[in-house]
C-alpha cells in the first residue's frame, strides 16, 4: 500500500508538551505517520514548525473568544474572525499537497471547504460539538457546519459508541467507524496501597473546571487526605484553595507517573460532555482505583468495570473515599482489577490503526475516482 499524504487540521496548541487530552489524540492519532499537522489559536504564543508539526499563533482572535466568552474561540476559527493570512495561505499550500485531510474538529471545515475538491476527507470527531454547546448561543451554527462536515466526510471517525450512534441518526454519514482514544502502555507501579494521596488529572476545560471545584469542596471536609491536581486546569484561577489540595500543573511524564504510582484513589467527578473520557483510560493505564460519576465512564460501556471503577452520585463520593481506604485489602484488589480491565481494552482496541484504516478507505475511495 503506497505512503498517503495526510494532513491534520486542528487548533489551540498541540505541540507536546501536551496541554490537554485533544493534542494527545491529534499526535497520537496516525502513530508518526502524519505528513503535517497545522493548528491555530488558543495559547499559541509564536509561530513555530517542528518537523511534522505547524502552530501559528492568533493572538487577535483568541483575545476576541475570551471578551466574548461563551466557547467562542472554536466559533471564532470557524468564521475566520482575526485569523492572520500567513496562516490562511500555509493551510492553502498544505490541502493543495495533501492526499487526505482530516479536521479534528468542525471548525477549520467552514475555511477550507471551498478547496477540498478531489481530496479524501475524514472527520475525528472527539466530541459531538453541538451537543456541548445545548443552550449555548452558537449551538444552532455549530450543529450546522458540523452536519455539513459529517455528510461530506469519506470518513467519520467517532470515540464513544453513543457518539457515533448519534451522527449516524442525525446526519446519516456514509462512511462511519468507532475509534476510541488510547494512550501508551505502561508496567503496573501502583504503590498506593498505604496511601491517603488522592488524584485528578485535567486540562483547562469547562467540564475539568467545574470537576476541581467539586474536588476542592471536597478537600475541605477531608482534612486526613492530600490532593493533587495534575494538568494546566489549574491556569483557572482558583481562590480560597485548601491546604491539602497541591496544583501540580503540566508536569512530565515520569513525574506524573510517579504521582499516579503513589496515590491511592483517582477521581472522575465529571458532570458534563461527550467523548471518551480520557483521563479514565489514563487512570486505567496505570491501575489507579477510580471513583467516577456516571458520565465519566462514557466509552467504556462495553466493558464490565464491576470490581475496578466505583460508579458513585456526586454525594457518595467521600463514604466511598472513606470506605476504600478503610478496607485497604478492597482497594489493592481494584487497582489489581482496574490492570486486568487494562489488558482486556488494549486487546479488542489495539488491534486496528487509524492509519491502516484510513489507506484502506482512501485507496477504495482513489479507484472510485
Known amino acids: 500500500m503506497a505512503t498517503i ?105 467552514p475555511l477550507f471547504e471551498k478547496l477540498l475538491e478531489n481530496k479524501f476527507v475524514v472527520y475525528d470527531a472527539h466530541n459531538v460539538e453541538s451537543l456541548l454547546r445545548t443552550g449555548n448561543k452558537y449551538h444552532d451554527y455549530t450543529e ?20 457515533l450512534k448519534y451522527f449516524k441518526e442525525k446526519f446519516n454519514p456514509g462512511n462511519a467507524i468507532l475509534l476510541t482514544h488510547l494512550l501508551k502502555n505502561v508496567k503496573y507501579q501502583w504503590n498506593g496501597e498505604d496511601s491517603r494521596d488522592i488524584i485528578f488529572i485535567g486540562s483547562i476545560y469547562g467540564p475539568n473546571i467545574e470537576a476541581v471545584e467539586f474536588i476542592l469542596s471536597l478537600a475541605r471536609t477531608m482534612p486526613d487526605f492530600q490532593f493533587h491536581i495534575i494538568g494546566n486546569v489549574n491556569t483557572h484561577g482558583f481562590p480560597h484553595k485548601p491546604g491539602n489540595v497541591q496544583f501540580h500543573g503540566l508536569i512530565q511524564d515520569a513525574e506524573k507517573d510517579n504521582l499516579f504510582g503513589n496515590s491511592c484513589i483517582a477521581l472522575n467527578p465529571i458532570f458534563t460532555g461527550g467523548g471518551r ?10 491501575g489507579l482505583p477510580v471513583i467516577s460519576t456516571e458520565i465519566g465512564i462514557r466509552g467504556l460501556s462495553q466493558y464490565d468495570l464491576s470490581g475496578a471503577v466505583a460508579v458513585e452520585k456526586p454525594e457518595h463520593f467521600k463514604e466511598t473515599i472513606l470506605k476504600l481506604t478503610g478496607n485497604r485489602d478492597k482497594l489493592k484488589s481494584m487497582s489489581e482489577n482496574t490492570f486486568k480491565l487494562k489488558e482486556k481494552i488494549l486487546a479488542t482496541e489495539s488491534s486496528f490503526t487509524a492509519y491502516d484504516i484510513i489507506s484502506k478507505e482512501y485507496e477504495k475511495w482513489k479507484s472510485g475516482h
Request: glycine residues 6%; hydrophobic residues 40%.
Open 144 to 163: 450546522e457546519i458540523e452536519g455539513k462536515l459529517v455528510q461530506r466526510s469519506n470518513l467519520l471517525i467517532s470515540v464513544s459508541e453513543n457518539d
Open 5 to 109: 499524504k495526510i494532513l491534520q487540521l486542528s487548533h489551540g496548541k498541540i505541540i507536546p508538551d501536551y496541554i490537554s487530552a485533544y493534542a494527545m489524540r491529534v499526535n497520537h492519532l496516525l502513530e508518526g505517520n502524519s505528513w503535517k499537522i497545522c493548528s491555530v489559536g488558543g495559547l499559541i504564543l509564536h509561530d513555530v514548525k517542528e518537523n511534522k508539526l505547524e502552530e501559528y499563533r492568533s493572538l487577535l482572535s483568541t483575545t476576541y473568544s475570551v471578551l466574548k466568552g461563551n466557547r467562542s474561540l472554536e466559533i471564532a476559527i470557524s468564521k475566520g474572525i482575526l485569523l492572520r493570512k500567513k496562516y490562511i495561505n500555509s493551510v492553502r499550500a498544505l490541502i493543495s499537497e495533501a492526499d487526505a485531510i482530516i479536521f479534528e474538529g468542525p471548525w477549520e471545515y
Open 277 to 286: 473520557n480520557v483521563k479514565m483510560i489514563d487512570y486505567i493505564m496505570h
